[in-house]
């Protein structure tokens, strides 16, 4: 079985500056995809960014990107520039590619990130 | 494109109740997979349903079912709730390829008195 760590319950970041958010998962499959996910107070799941296992170009999209290290098993967000609006929990998240596991995802337990002005 | 609709937003039940959850995915999307989420456990992945047959399911008791419809909708269930059930029910849905985008709704409160 799969499982996503994510070490750090809380981080905070000024306005403007930049953060990393850490993750680390454990598996035996070589063909996967990595997601985060934002949840802000509304509860709801925003997909921020996803990575597949089988590229080795990290992710991008606008301030947020990734650093995949796929032998070390780590998938870390760096969001630049961090805006009061980013503030949220942040999950991180694994979904095999094998079809039989269809659309099911194994979450971290999450990261707590404030943004102070 | 109307997202992933899910009702009712908040619900209230006493222990010994049932309580059904229903799920509205995107237009098109084919899966539909049910989520717990509990400050103590996390998010926890319940069960997973396409074209009407459950594809997947999580390591919950039976009392936690499910169903999917011809058009997609899907429905959850649980019987005899019990006080740790609370909790906040996401619903996702997707099209079901490998890899794809995975959308989540904004969820059902439960809470068990």
């Known amino acids: 079985a799969q499982t996503v760590t994510q070490s750090q319950p809380e981080m905070s970041v000024q306005e403007a500056e930049t953060v990393t958010l850490s993750c680390t998962y454990d598996?035996?499959?070589?063909?996967?995809?990595l997601f985060w996910y934002k949840q802000p107070p509304s509860r709801q799941m925003i997909l921020v960014i996803r990575q597949e296992a089988y590229k080795q170009q990290n992710a991008t999209e606008n301030r947020f990107s990734v650093n995949f290290q796929k032998a070390a098993k780590s998938f870390s967000l760096k969001i630049s520039d961090s805006q009061l609006g980013d503030a949220a929990m942040y999950f991180c998240?694994?979904?095999?590619?094998?079809?039989?596991?269809?659309?099911?995802?194994?979450f971290g337990e999450g990261t707590q990130l404030t943004v102070n002005p | 494109k109307a997202g992933v609709t899910q009702t009712p937003r908040y619900l209230i039940k006493t222990r010994g109740q049932q309580v059904t959850l229903s799920c509205s995915p995107i237009s098109g999307h084919r899966s539909v997979s049910w989520y717990q989420q509990t400050p103590g456990q996390g998010l926890q992945f319940l069960f997973e349903?396409?074209?009407?047959?459950?594809?997947n399911k999580g390591n919950f008791p039976g009392r936690f079912s499910g169903r999917q419809f011809s058009n997609s909708r899907s429905e959850m269930n649980v019987s005899t709730l019990e006080l740790g059930d609370s909790a906040l029910y996401l619903c996702?849905?997707?099209?079901?390829?490998?890899?794809?985008?995975?959308?989540f709704g904004e969820g059902s409160w439960l809470t068990v008195v």
């Open positions: 998240a694994y979904r095999s590619a094998k079809e039989t596991s269809g659309s099911r995802l194994t």
């Open positions: 996702a849905s997707s099209l079901a390829v490998s890899g794809n985008t995975i959308y």
């Open positions: 349903y396409f074209s009407e047959t459950q594809r």
């Open positions: 598996t035996s499959e070589s063909d996967y995809y």
